[in-house]
């Protein structure tokens, strides 16, 4: 039963980090309507300016993730202006190209600066494990689950009370019926990029805590698990995105603890399959109800 | 108030207004009718900035426009009312009135009461997401939340599409009421009596070509117009 709760606390920590990862995929989806696959690679990016910050730089912790928080925002931001706005009217396919393009540079780049060789992530969160009679909580989870809950209450209130989210969700409903509203379009897609990045840095550092290494391919994986997460719990949808990072995370979990450590990533696409089945909105996807 | 001057407008290789001029004073109601595919929708895509000119000039309030983008121009007084409405379906009533005022930085408070008065379907509805609103119902609250940013010119765009009769006499009251509160209006139409009926002046649109102009009157006594679109 212990064994179970602790497999399943790891599980809901593991989940909360994709959900990070998923709401900027799917943020970005929804109002700039385009899939990101460089996303994942700029968690990797946040990750090495946290490793050079603290490791080689000697910067204190919270300086170190203000400046990997900035940076990862300055690339996103610059990702967008340089290499995708001026696809805004080009077939999906070569954005989803253009997109590929970018994630293979940012990791080249990253290969080029820092080599293959894994890096260590510093540990810059320091807090004890936590008892609870026979269950033991590791701190790096608890400081993980409680700060990424935060964020993503956080992002739910700015998204359906703040001036900005509601613009945010009027483009990504209606571009042309947004700018006739006064919206900028073009600024409210920056915005969204320069938040996914920002959620993508926190991802990045909580990601490097939990495994300790960090190299330029570090990005894909959660990258692929947390765009699977998007689709699973709806692309487009923010509650989605959070819920199907966190069940992503779960079943993963548990498939490694009792079924097997190999296979448990096909478990996590089998699962994605089914409900895609059942359901190909995923859980929380929206269906259009249009009225005419 | 807005002076289009010999525009050209493509889509691709689609030529879809060949050279289209036409003014609207203050406190006009001008009506811009033809058949579907005329052009009309694209006319005023163009004046908002939705849609470019490949050549030719567009003046609002004495200025340039014809290259400032859509959403800069909504501060300066220009609202437009799409084809179809295009309300935010997935918003609440009361949001997508909050969208109308999205640029202004004054309270707005009182002009969304001013809507509810004079909407009361909506007040009733405020809270419910605007998929679930009818057609009729729809209309009002795309009307009214252009009308948010307290526009100088007001361009509707078929405002009558698609609503049965009782509802398409309440939108050209409407149209009547926003006029009286001093609002300029542009108003595009298919339903060409109705839009004569509540005009001052008028422009017949042909295959991307203004045919005819004139009073209200004037096109709805004429022959021809009567024989296009008054059905004899
Ligand atoms: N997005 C588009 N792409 C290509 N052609 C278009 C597009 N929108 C309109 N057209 C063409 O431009 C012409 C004018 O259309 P439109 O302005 O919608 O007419 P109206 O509003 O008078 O019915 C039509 O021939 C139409 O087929
Ligand atoms: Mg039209």
Known sequence: ?292 | MLKVDDIHVYYGQIHAIKGVSFEVHEGEIVALIGANGAGKSTILKTVSGLLRPKSGSISFLGENIHHTEAYKLVNRGLAHVPEGRRIFLQMTVRENLDMGAFTRKDDSEKDIDDVFRRFPRLKEREKQIAGTLSGGEQQMLAMGRAMMSKPKLLMLDEPSMGLAPILVEQIFDIVREFHAMGTTILLVEQNAGKALAVADRAYVLEQGRITLSGTGEELASSDAVKKAYLGG
């Open chain 1, 1 to 292: 039963m212990m064994d179970f709760l602790s497999t399943l606390i790891s599980g809901l920590s593991l989940g909360s980090i994709y959900a990070l990862i998923a709401l900027g995929y799917t943020m970005v989806y929804g109002i700039a309507k385009m899939l990101n696959f460089a996303h994942g690679d700029v968690i990797m990016v946040g990750a090495f300016a946290v490793i050079t910050s603290v490791s080689m730089l000697g910067l204190s912790p919270v300086l170190s993730i203000l400046i990997s928080i900035v940076c990862c925002v300055v690339l996103g931001v610059s990702i967008e202006r340089i290499a995708y706005k001026p696809l805004r009217k080009s077939p999906p396919l070569a954005v989803l190209i253009t997109a590929i393009g970018v994630s293979y540079f940012l990791q080249s780049l990253a290969l080029l600066i820092f080599g293959s060789t894994q890096h260590s992530f510093p540990k810059i969160i320091n807090m004890p494990a936590i008892e609870l009679g026979e269950l033991t909580i590791r701190g790096n989870m608890l400081i993980t689950l409680v700060i990424t809950t935060a964020i993503m209450a956080g992002m739910s209130i700015f998204i359906n009370k703040s001036k900005t989210g509601k613009a945010m969700r009027a483009v990504s409903e209606d571009r042309d019926a947004a700018e006739l509203m006064g919206i900028s379009v073009n600024r409210t897609i920056t915005i969204t990029f320069a938040i996914g990045s920002a959620l993508a840095a926190v991802a990045g550092l909580f990601y490097g805590t939990t495994y300790g290494f960090i190299g330029p391919y570090t990005g894909s994986m959660p990258g692929i698990k947390a765009f699977v997460a998007a689709v699973f719990g709806g692309i487009g949808s923010m509650p989605g995105a959070m819920l199907g990072g966190i069940l992503l995370g779960v079943i993963e979990n548990l498939s490694k603890r009792y079924i097997s450590t190999e296979l448990s990533d096909a478990i996590v696409f089998a699962v994605l399959i089914i409900v895609l089945m059942v359901k190909p909105t995923g859980l929380l996807g929206k269906k259009i109800n249009e009225k005419v």
